[in-house]
Nanobody
Framework: QVQVAESGGGLVQPGGSLRLSCVAS????????MGWYRQAPGKQRELVAS???????YYLDSVKGRFTLSRDNAKSGVDLQMNSLKVEDTAVYYC???????????????WGQGTQVTVSS
């Protein structure tokens, strides 16, 4: 019913930049929150940045001042601009959208397939 698609990953040198994009499509009544998670090998998935319908924006402490989240309401999307990338930012990045598919229904979290970000010299 709802699809979440990410794009923009790749290989970059330390100090470089990448921009990730995410778009939600399908049967969408309302998007209550969207965000980016990441999972590095051998580690748990962690929330990197997100916004919610209450106007709150969250950033993981280690990315504050380097990453910027921006919304694209027209496309039901969210972008993550990543600057000053570090080796420790290497991970698979996943987009998540909390979507209500119809009025009165309980919202559900939908996930993208993930996009690889590798920071290496």
């Amino acid at each position: 019913q709802v699809q979440v698609a990410e794009s923009g990953g790749g290989l970059v040198q330390p100090g470089g930049s990448l921009r990730l994009s995410c778009v939600a499509s399908g049967k969408i009544f309302a998007i209550l929150a969207m965000g980016w998670y990441r999972q590095a090998p051998g580690k748990q998935r962690e929330l990197v940045a997100s916004w919610n319908s209450g106007g709150n924006i969250y950033y993981l402490d280690s990315v504050k001042g380097r990453f910027t989240l921006s919304r694209d309401n027209a496309k039901s999307g969210v972008d993550l601009q990543m600057n000053s990338l570090k080796v420790e930012d290497t991970a698979v990045y996943y987009c998540s959208a909390e979507v209500q598919t119809d009025s009165g229904l309980v919202p559900y979290d939908y996930w993208g397939q993930g996009t690889q970000v590798t920071v290496s010299s």
